[in-house]
């Protein structure tokens, strides 16, 4: 009785591997793709929502807008995950060159809780449209990836990250948890975030940037305008701001418990005390507000190009 013991475990722990290993196989994936045609004389405006997905727009001219979608089932269970994967829809409604789309989720099969079964499906969204396109999208769960010249671009995530390149457009982008990145490209920028940095580098305006448990941090091309006056607040974090030399601006640099500098050469300093700096860049022009709690602000000028 004693020798069959090792031999009980031995097998015990084959079945486990052996389940083991088959219920990771049957994780299932299953792609959905939709055409839709458009009026290529016309612009075109997408609305696009989801709960647990992220979303990535690509620029293609032409007369059709391409909508790929990716879904997964975070599952063993094999029916079950045939079932999520089923009743988890793309919806697209369209009205001329208008464009809804929604993704949209099987119910929990519970007298109890009829809601929504969002937690044991991903879906990842690719979407192709023509330039200057006017694109909304509101995501809970999920990141925001973009490239390309657009009209405009609204976007807000409630956990999860906005990444824009090459970018040429008017950005509003909301997030609470997540980061907000803009490399490359000009347009401009009215940025939020409750946790997170943003950081922005390229020829853009900067009418509104702020988080409250974050770095702000941005690098300004060349060629950049000041139109308006900018505003960029930050509770729990620093602020790191690069201009042209050249450009022209008034700016008010604002710290509680945090250091101030501005090394900008041919900048006059108004007024300098130990939390407040205000001042002129060469011949002044609309107000720089860059305002933090708990950290230190730095305003500087990039070398000229020659």
Not at 94 to 101: D, T, V
Not at 124 to 130: D, Q, R, V
Request: hydrophobic share 40%; charged share 30%; with cysteine.
């Amino acid at each position: 009785m004693k020798k069959s013991f090792p031999l009980v475990l031995a097998i015990l722990a084959g079945l486990t591997i052996f389940f083991s290993v088959s219920g990771e196989g049957q994780c299932q994936t299953r792609v959905e793709e939709k055409t839709i045609t458009i009026d290529p004389t016309k612009p075109v405006s997408l609305s696009f929502q989801d709960v647990n997905g992220d979303l990535k727009i690509i620029p293609e001219e032409g007369k059709r807008v391409h909508i790929r979608t990716e879904k997964e089932a975070l599952t063993k269970d094999k029916k079950l995950a045939s079932r999520l994967l089923e009743e988890t829809k793309l919806e697209i409604k369209q009205r001329e060159n208008k464009i809804e789309a929604k993704i949209t989720y099987p119910r929990l099969r519970a007298i109890f809780f009829p809601f929504r079964d969002y937690r044991r499906v991903r879906v990842s969204t690719e979407i192709s449209l023509p330039p200057h396109s006017f694109i909304s999208a509101r995501l809970v769960d999920g990141a925001f990836r973009a490239e390309g010249e657009w009209a405009e671009i609204q976007v807000t995530t409630v956990d999860g990250s906005i990444w824009l390149e090459k970018i040429n457009s008017r950005l509003h982008l909301r997030t609470v948890d997540g980061r907000i990145n803009i490399i490359q490209g000009k347009g401009v920028v009215d940025a939020g975030t409750v946790d997170g940095d943003i950081r922005v580098k390229g020829e853009f305006e900067l009418p509104r940037l702020e988080t409250t448990d974050g770095d702000i941090m941005a690098e300004l091309a060349p060629g950049t305008k000041i139109n308006s006056p900018w505003k960029l607040t930050t509770v729990d974090g620093f602020i790191e701001i690069a201009l042209p030399a050249d450009i022209s601006a008034n700016f008010v640099l604002e710290s509680i418990d945090g250091s101030l500098t501005c090394d900008f050469p041919f900048a006059f300093i108004e007024k300098a005390e130990s939390r407040r700096i205000s001042g002129r860049l060469n011949q002044g022009g609309p107000l720089i507000t860059l305002r933090t709690v708990d950290g230190r602000i730095r305003l500087t000028s990039l070398p000229q190009e020659k």
